[in-house]
């Protein structure tokens, strides 16, 4: 059994960063491909970025260039470094345990409780 814990969410404004983590407990997540994922009230949850286990990185477009995925296997934690938050980045953000490279919800089967990001304008 896996569990994950987010955190560093909270209430920015339009420019600034924040760094959320995701902590794993309970068996090493160094073969794991990390998501991150996110979903605004009334929205689907969508793909934001992604680790695999040898540390090639992918980011969904409206992301791109601002914020950057990280491991540290050491620690069972990976980060997301975001900068230049936008109002459109307001969601709950969510990290997932996963198989292969790949950016489906679907495709992920252990998922942390996630943690609030707000961005205001």
């Known amino acids: 059994q896996v569990q994950l814990v987010e955190s560093g969410g909270g209430l920015v404004q339009t420019g600034d960063s924040l760094r959320l983590s995701c902590a794993a407990s309970?068996?090493?997540?160094?073969?794991?491909?990390v998501g991150w994922f996110r979903q605004a009230p009334g929205k689907e949850r969508t793909f934001v970025a992604r680790?695999?286990?040898?540390?090639?990185?992918y980011y969904s477009d409206s992301v791109q260039g601002r914020f950057t995925i990280s491991r540290d296997n050491t620690k069972n934690t990976v980060y997301l470094q975001m900068n230049s938050l936008q109002p459109e980045d307001t969601a709950v953000y969510y990290c997932?345990?996963?198989?292969?490279?790949?950016?489906?919800?679907?495709?992920?089967?252990?998922w942390g409780q996630g943690t609030q990001v707000t961005v205001s304008s």
């Open positions: 997932a345990l996963g198989f292969g490279a790949t950016t489906s919800v679907s495709e992920y089967p252990y």
């Open positions: 309970g068996r090493s997540f160094s073969w794991f491909s």
């Open positions: 680790i695999s286990n040898g540390d090639s990185t």
